[in-house]
């Protein structure tokens, strides 16, 4: 099992482009998520997802899109980046509720 | 919405001492409380988790305790090491949104030598 994995791992975008984040883990993992993390702020969600064709927003989800068209992938999108949107995502998925939840290794995103 | 506070932000030690570090979560429909381990430019990693139904749980040095009615739980490090070092994140869930977490803002522990 690869887990969870991001990509790209290193971005930099100019104000107002538009870019997608890959997420995919391949342990038929029912729930998954994006946070991201600034610092001195922990993680927060921006949104999350509890099966195939549902979505959820979370703590701050303004700016981005997601969807869920297979248990495996859960893209994130960034409409028009904005420089407050620097700062390093993570996916994470897991199989139910209250379980261990698996991270993937990050995206660090700068926006100028 | 969920609401967790996490206490000291800093954290330095001598190796061979104990570390604590407290979080407080304010939903009391909370029902799983992970902490997180995470190293320089590193994804976090599960290091212990306890659920509601439990008031305290141990891995080797590791400990957690929950307190339920205080809405307060607490990681315990025995015997520290350098290895130790990082930022810790503690976190909260609620059934009502499934795995989501809501997390600490993290404390650096130091140990040193």
């Known amino acids: 099992n690869a887990g969870v994995t991001q990509t790209p791992k290193f971005q930099v975008l100019k104000t107002g482009q538009s870019m997608t984040l890959q997420c995919a883990q391949d342990?038929?993992?029912?729930?998954m998520s994006w946070y991201r993390q600034d610092p001195g702020m922990g993680l927060r969600l921006i949104h999350y997802?509890?099966?195939?064709?549902?979505?959820d927003q979370g703590e701050v989800p303004n700016g981005y899109n997601v969807s869920r068209s297979t248990t495996e992938d859960f893209p994130l999108r960034l409409l028009s980046a904005a420089p407050s949107q620097t700062s390093v995502y993570f996916c994470?998925?897991?199989?139910?509720?209250?379980?261990?939840?698996?991270f993937g290794e990050g995206s660090w995103l700068t926006v100028v | 919405g969920e609401n967790v506070e996490q206490h000291p932000s800093t954290l330095s030690v001598q190796e061979g001492d104990s570390a604590v570090i407290k979080c407080t979560y304010s939903?009391?429909?909370?029902?799983?409380f992970p902490w997180y381990k995470q190293e320089l430019g590193k994804r976090p990693q599960l290091i212990i988790d306890?659920?509601?139904?439990?008031g305290e749980k141990k891995d080797q040095r590791i400990a957690v305790t929950l307190n339920k009615t205080a809405k307060h739980f607490s990681l315990h490090i025995t015997e520290t090491q350098p290895e130790d070092s990082a930022v810790y994140f503690c976190?909260?869930?609620?059934?009502?949104?499934?795995?989501?977490?809501?997390f600490g803002k993290g404390t650096s522990l130091l140990v040193t030598p």
């Open positions: 994470a998925s897991t199989r139910e509720s209250g379980n261990t939840i698996y």
């Open positions: 342990m038929n993992h029912e729930y």
């Open positions: 997802s509890v099966g195939a064709g549902i979505t």
């Open positions: 939903d009391s429909a909370s029902n799983y």
């Open positions: 306890i659920r509601s139904n439990v």
């Open positions: 976190a909260a869930s609620t059934s009502n949104s499934g795995y989501a977490l809501n």
